[in-house]
């Protein structure tokens, strides 16, 4: 492997010389035109000799990535599944348990409020009820509760214009199809095609 991306050093080196021989300037002739057509196939036999080299290097080294990747990707998938079943399972815990405590201060209230209750009586039971914080230290770690802000989509059709992304692919499919889109329209542009022989 090292000798290969010594040798290629060295041909990019060639190439890199070649590649700065030509100057692209505004074709003003037809022989400008001709000799423009000779340095573009030029240069497209060497994008296809450099691309060939750079995969001769590539190629080896990404089938044995691909295979490490696989090789642990099965336990990888798990232990993530599982983290995410856990962060999920650890979240509505915390949801429920805020949930069974507002209710519990509501209750207290009422019963401090009727005087069915004393006041010390009721703070000593909020106490006790209190959820275990913004953290839970392990041994392995610490666990972090935060506040994050979600945004749900409750109505698509009210959503503003500017908000809106054109589907790019699906409107050049129907355009091309002949379809009438208004907004859209189809143009002709020549296009320069390379062949080599």
């Known amino acids: 492997m090292k000798t290969k991306i010594i ?14 021989e030509i100057k692209v300037e505004k074709i003003k002739n ?8 000779n340095y573009l196939t030029q240069l497209n036999r060497l994008k296809k000799e450099i691309e060939w080299k750079k995969e001769s290097i590539t190629k080896p080294l990404n089938e044995a990535l691909k295979k490490v990747r696989n090789l642990f990707y099965p336990l990888e998938k798990k232990v993530n599944e599982l983290i995410s079943e856990l962060k999920n399972r650890i979240a509505e815990y915390e949801e429920e348990k805020k949930q069974l405590i507002e209710k519990e201060r509501k209750e207290l209230a009422e019963k401090v409020e009727s005087g069915e209750l004393k006041m010390e009586h009721a703070i000593a039971v909020l106490e006790k009820l209190q959820t275990i914080g ?3 230290k392990t041994d392995y770690g610490k666990v972090t509760f935060r506040i994050v802000k979600e945004v749900v989509i409750e109505d698509e059709k009210l959503i503003p214009r500017e908000y809106l992304v054109p589907d790019i692919a699906k409107i050049k ?6 379809k009438n889109i208004p907004g859209v329209k189809v143009v002709e542009k020549k296009q320069v095609v390379v062949s080599q022989y």
């Open 7 to 20: 040798q290629a050093k060295k041909e990019l080196r060639n190439w890199e010389l070649k590649i700065n």
């Open 30 to 37: 037809d022989e400008e035109l001709i000799e423009a057509s």
């Open 134 to 136: 913004n953290f839970i």
């Open 173 to 178: 499919k129907d355009a091309l199809n002949g």
